[in-house]
C-alpha cells in the first residue's frame, strides 16, 4: 500500500530535545519502524538505554556523542552510527548540540527502550 505522510507528530521529551516522528507507532501507526527527526540543544543528554530493537542514527548537523560498552563514539555531520538490540547506549549531543534521524527497527517505543532510571 502506497501512503504519503504530510507531517510530523512532535512528541514531547525533557530536556529541551524536539522528536519529530514521521514514522511510527505514535504518528503513523507503524510498529515495524520507526523513522523521527531530532533537534538537541548543546548539553543535552539522556540516560543509558537497552534497546530492544535496532538503531540507525544519520547525523546532520552538529555532533552526537554515544557512550557505549567499546567507548565513546562522536558522531558528526553526514556521518552515521548504528547499534544492535540489547547493547547498551546512552546518547548526548556536542557543544553545538545536533540534529540527527533515527531509524529504529523494530519502532521505537519507551517500554522497548529500557532506560535507566
Not at 517505543?109 to 532510571?117: G, K, L, Y
Request: some cysteine; hydrophobic content about 35%; overall charge negative.
Amino acid at each position: 500500500m502506497v501512503r504519503k505522510i504530510d507531517s510530523a507528530t512532535r512528541i514531547p521529551v525533557p530536556g529541551g530535545k524536539t522528536i519529530d516522528e514521521y514514522v511510527g507507532r505514535v504518528n503513523s501507526g507503524d510498529d515495524r519502524i520507526s523513522i523521527a527527526r531530532m533537534t538537541a540543544p548543546a548539553g543535552w543528554e539522556e540516560p543509558a538505554q537497552t534497546p530492544e530493537f535496532a538503531e540507525y542514527t544519520l547525523v546532520l548537523k552538529g555532533t552526537v556523542i554515544v557512550e557505549h560498552d567499546g567507548g565513546v563514539t562522536e558522531v558528526g555531520a553526514g556521518q552515521v552510527f548504528t547499534c544492535e538490540p540489547g547493547e547498551r547506549i546512552r546518547y548526548r549531543s556536542g557543544p553545538d548540540g545536533a540534529e540527527y534521524v533515527a531509524v529504529c527497527l523494530p519502532a521505537f517505543s519507551p517500554e522497548t527502550a529500557n532506560r535507566d532510571d
